[in-house]
C-alpha cells in the first residue's frame, strides 16, 4: 500500500498475490478498494495490482482537464514505476475505456484484455437514458454516502437492493474508506469519458480479449460491449442475464470465475 510519482501526479496502489500480473482499472468515481470482491479471489493466482485513477481516493486530483489518453498514460506508467512490463488488464467502465487504450498505444504491456460493461464511445455508443445521465452529473454534488446510494440504485436491479442489504453496506463501506472522488476530480474524469472514441481503432487490438457485461445494464448498455465484441478481432462476448452495471458486485462469484477462466487460457508461462 503505497505511492509512487506518475507523471505529474502521486499514484496510489496496491499489489496482492503473486504470479503473473493482473492490473485491475476502477470505473467513474470509484477507489480501488471498490475491488474488494475481486481482489481475494485473482490474488490466489496472480500478481494483482489495483490503484486509484486521477481525481479519486489517495491519487492526486489536479484541476486540469483529464483525457483518457492521459489516464492510459497513468496507467502505463504505473506498471513502468512498479518494473512490470506487461500485464494482464482488466478494466470496468471508465476503466475499460483505459484499458482499451493500454491495449492500443501500450500492446507490448498488455498480455490479455479484459473489458467489463464499457463502449468504444464515439457515435456508435449506446448512451445511457437522460434520467441516468442526469443522475450521474448529480453524483458529483452529493455527499458520498448519498453518491454511493444513487450509484447503488443506478447499478442494481430493485430484486437485489431489496435481497441484499448486507451487500450495499459493504459497497458504502469500501466506497467510504477514503474520499471517493472530489467534485473537481469526478467532474474532470467525466469530462474525459464523454470524449472518447477509439471505434475505427478497435480492429487494431492484438491481446486477446474478453467484453462482459449485464444485459441490463443502465449507464452503458449491453449493445456498446456487442459493438466492441464485433469490432476486435477474435473477442469473446459473455453477457449476463438479469445484471446490470454492478455485475462484478451483484454476481461476483459468477463473474470473478468467468474472467479467472479467460486469463487462465491467456498465460503466458503456460
Same mark, same amino acid.
Given at each position: 500500500?503505497?505511492?509512487?510519482?506518475?507523471?505529474?501526479?502521486?499514484?496510489?496502489?496496491?499489489?496482492?498475490?503473486?504470479?503473473?500480473?493482473?492490473?485491475?482499472?476502477?470505473?467513474?468515481?470509484?477507489?480501488?478498494?471498490?475491488?474488494? /470482491?475481486?481482489?481475494?479471489? @485473482?490474488?490466489?493466482?496472480?500478481?494483482?495490482? !489495483? @490503484?486509484?485513477?486521477?481525481?479519486?481516493?489517495?491519487?492526486?486530483?489536479?484541476?486540469?482537464?483529464?483525457?483518457?489518453?492521459?489516464?492510459?498514460?497513468?496507467?502505463?506508467?504505473?506498471?513502468?514505476?512498479?518494473?512490470? %512490463?506487461?500485464?494482464?488488464?482488466?478494466?470496468?467502465?471508465?476503466?475499460?475505456?483505459?484499458?482499451?487504450?493500454?491495449?492500443?498505444?501500450?500492446?507490448?504491456?498488455?498480455?490479455?484484455? !479484459?473489458?467489463?460493461?464499457?463502449?468504444?464511445g464515439g457515435h456508435h455508443a449506446v448512451a445511457p437514458s437522460p434520467e441516468v445521465s442526469q443522475q450521474l452529473l448529480d453524483?458529483?454534488?452529493?455527499?458520498?454516502?448519498?453518491? =454511493?446510494?444513487?450509484?447503488?440504485?443506478?447499478?442494481?436491479?430493485?430484486?437485489?437492493?431489496?435481497?441484499? %442489504?448486507?451487500?450495499?453496506?459493504?459497497?458504502?463501506?469500501?466506497?467510504?474508506?477514503?474520499?471517493?472522488?472530489?467534485? !473537481?476530480?469526478?467532474?474532470?474524469?467525466?469530462?474525459?469519458?464523454?470524449? @472518447?472514441?477509439?471505434?475505427?481503432?478497435?480492429?487494431?487490438?492484438?491481446?486477446?480479449?474478453?467484453? =462482459?457485461?449485464?444485459?441490463?445494464?443502465?449507464?452503458?448498455?449491453?449493445?456498446?460491449?456487442?459493438? /466492441?465484441?464485433?469490432?476486435?478481432?477474435?473477442?469473446?462476448?459473455?453477457? /449476463?442475464?438479469?445484471?446490470?452495471?454492478?455485475?462484478?458486485?451483484?454476481?461476483?462469484?459468477?463473474?470473478?470465475?468467468? !474472467?479467472?477462466?479467460?486469463?487462465?487460457?491467456?498465460?503466458?508461462?503456460?
Amino acid at each position: 500500500m503505497s505511492k509512487v510519482t506518475v507523471g505529474d501526479i502521486n499514484m496510489y496502489y496496491e499489489i496482492h498475490g503473486e504470479g503473473e500480473p493482473l492490473l485491475l482499472i476502477m470505473g467513474l468515481g470509484g477507489v480501488s478498494a471498490m475491488w474488494w /470482491l475481486q481482489v481475494p479471489a @485473482f490474488s490466489k493466482e496472480y500478481q494483482v495490482i !489495483v @490503484f486509484d485513477n486521477r481525481g479519486v481516493g489517495q491519487t492526486d486530483k489536479p484541476d486540469i482537464p483529464y483525457s483518457v489518453r492521459m489516464m492510459t498514460n497513468d496507467a502505463a506508467g504505473l506498471l513502468e514505476a512498479l518494473g512490470i %512490463p506487461a500485464a494482464h488488464v482488466y478494466g470496468v467502465s471508465l476503466g475499460g475505456l483505459i484499458a482499451q487504450g493500454l491495449a492500443l498505444s501500450y500492446p507490448d504491456k498488455v498480455i490479455s484484455l !479484459v473489458l467489463g460493461a464499457t463502449s468504444g464511445g464515439g457515435h456508435h455508443a449506446v448512451a445511457p437514458s437522460p434520467e441516468v445521465s442526469q443522475q450521474l452529473l448529480d453524483m458529483a454534488n452529493l455527499p458520498p454516502e448519498e453518491a =454511493i446510494r444513487l450509484f447503488a440504485q443506478i447499478c442494481f436491479s430493485p430484486t437485489f437492493l431489496e435481497s441484499n %442489504p448486507g451487500r450495499i453496506a459493504e459497497l458504502l463501506e469500501k466506497g467510504m474508506e477514503t474520499p471517493a472522488s472530489s467534485p !473537481v476530480g469526478y467532474r474532470r474524469q467525466w469530462e474525459a469519458s464523454m470524449r @472518447f472514441n477509439v471505434y475505427d481503432q478497435l480492429p487494431e487490438i492484438k491481446a486477446p480479449t474478453l467484453v =462482459i457485461t449485464g444485459i441490463e445494464d443502465q449507464l452503458l448498455p449491453a449493445d456498446n460491449s456487442r459493438v /466492441l465484441a464485433s469490432k476486435i478481432p477474435n473477442a469473446e462476448l459473455v453477457l /449476463l442475464d438479469g445484471l446490470g452495471h454492478g455485475y462484478l458486485w451483484e454476481a461476483d462469484e459468477k463473474s470473478n470465475q468467468i !474472467v479467472l477462466d479467460f486469463l487462465k487460457r491467456h498465460r503466458r508461462s503456460r
